[in-house]
């Protein structure tokens, strides 16, 4: 065995840091790679790699002696569930192996480990009741297909058991590029992930599943280094120095003029939540286009923002940023504006209706409003219908729809969901690597707008508003959560936590 093959080097993942992450299909080809360049048993260097990080994080964990129960599947995660059961034995924990799936058609390299357990006196079991700890090396990042019966209703016992898991990769169920549980997936304690991050493990079920995560480069990071990234973590950090500091020589006009549109008959609230989150999200000035009977209410809840139900056009003219779509409704009233609106060149935020509008309109006409200063913000089920797909198939793979949205409608497109996606208008991907149920409510979309919105009045880019603002977003309904027993929140909650986290 070469002298540093089983150099285990580990680094706790802090998902609010800057971190590149992986599509499941670039690993495997720089892993391919490494493999050949190490020589004819490479596979298998890489495996005691593995398995040398995975017992690193045992030992600090879980430390011997302990009782360990290691699942594994009939692939090289399996393998690498084999090495570690070996090496474990040798360091004093008591483990026992459980084989799933057809093992009589293993790889040579998981040949080589299941061989290694052997020798090593680790014993076959279908059960170990005395198990303190779970290994997970069931699946690895290949599985792109629902899960079978028996392997559902062994995920199903691992996750009923209650007891910790360590996850090889990834928890097993969990698609590597979407997230997606299919259709479950192994609840882990803590996850090791080898060679880079993929990005399903800090995107929809992933998020709930991977745990504490752990990352393991085996020995690659100059050769990872040469692999194109699918996107990369938002950085908190980062995020602090976009707002610009205030001079004390301001007034109202250094910070932009927002301008609301939206509100039809029956939803003048979406509207005026965007208009009152603008307000107190720091734009100089906030103008609200609505129906007559929104004028009122607006001015009840936020007399600061400037409302009528007449002349947009010069309200177009004054305004610096328009967020046009919030309860605007499909009929003529709504149809109309949109044609105000898309006739400017002022920059726009899109959402909502206004986006059901632009789905609604035939290719060539969409392709001809493309546009650079506009910021797209659509749900799964409106990036759906502006990609004439499913909801279900921009969650299958939540990052070629966004780069899809970008391409075709131009500008920068903040998708929604557990793990908000942002493609700017250079085709770069970011992700928000969090997620919270608080955020589960109607009108959460409305009070985004109104904070990116604000963001751009006061010159933030499109890329840097939406990045800020799905931060502020998120952190303002996890900071409300945790003062009440349930985590679920109304969205007008987040409006004054919002100019909270904006200050400090």
Known sequence: MPANTTTAEIYPVDPSQKQPLFRADSIRQLEQRAITQLGSDGGFILMQRAAAALLELMQQRWPAPRNILVYAGAGNNGGDGYLLAALARAKG????????????????????????????????????????????????????????????????????????????????????????????????????????????????????????????????????????????????????????????????????????????????????????????????????????????????????????????????????????????????????LMAQALATDKPLLMDADALNFLASLPAAQQQSLKRQNWVLTPHPGEAARLLNCSSKAIQRDRLAA????????GGVVLLKGAGTLICDQHGNTTLLAAAHPALASGGMGDVLSGVIAALLAQGLSGREACQLAAWLHLHAAAHLARQQPRPWLVATDLINQLKLQLIN
Not at 402 to 409: G, N, T
């Open 402 to 409: 966004v780069s899809q949205l970008q391409q075709r409608f």
């Open 93 to 336: 924990y008591d483990v026992r192996l459980c084989q799933h799936g057809d093992h009589s058609k293993l790889s040579n390299t998981a040949q080589q480990a299941a061989k290694a357990a052997e020798t090593a006196g680790v014993s076959l079991v279908t059960q170990f009741a005395e198990a303190e700890l779970l290994v997970d090396a069931l699946f690895g990042i290949g599985l792109n297909r629902p899960l079978d019966t028996a392997t559902y209703q062994l995920i199903r016992s691992i996750n009923d058991s209650k007891l910790p898991v360590l996850a090889v990769d990834i928890p097993s169920g969990i698609n590597a590029d979407s997230g997606e549980a299919m259709p479950t997936a192994v609840k882990a304690t803590a996850t090791v992930s080898f060679i880079g991050l993929k990005a399903g493990l800090l995107m929809q079920d992933g998020l709930d599943h991977c745990g504490q995560l752990w990352l393991s480069l085996l020995q690659l990071a100059s050769e990872l280094n040469e692999v194109n990234p699918a996107c990369r973590s938002i950085s908190s950090s980062e995020l602090n120095t976009l707002l610009p500091s205030r001079r004390a020589n301001s007034h109202k006009g250094h910070f932009g003029h927002v301008l609301v549109i939206g509100g039809d008959h029956g939803f003048g609230g979406a509207a005026i939540m965007t208009a009152q989150t603008a307000v107190n999200c720091g734009a100089g000035k906030v103008s609200l286009y609505s129906r007559p009977e929104h004028i009122s209410a607006m001015l009840s809840r936020q007399p600061e923002v400037m409302s009528r139900s007449h002349d947009c056009a010069q309200l177009l003219e004054a305004a610096s940023v328009i967020a046009i779509g919030p309860g605007l409704g499909t009929k003529s009233w709504g149809q109309a």
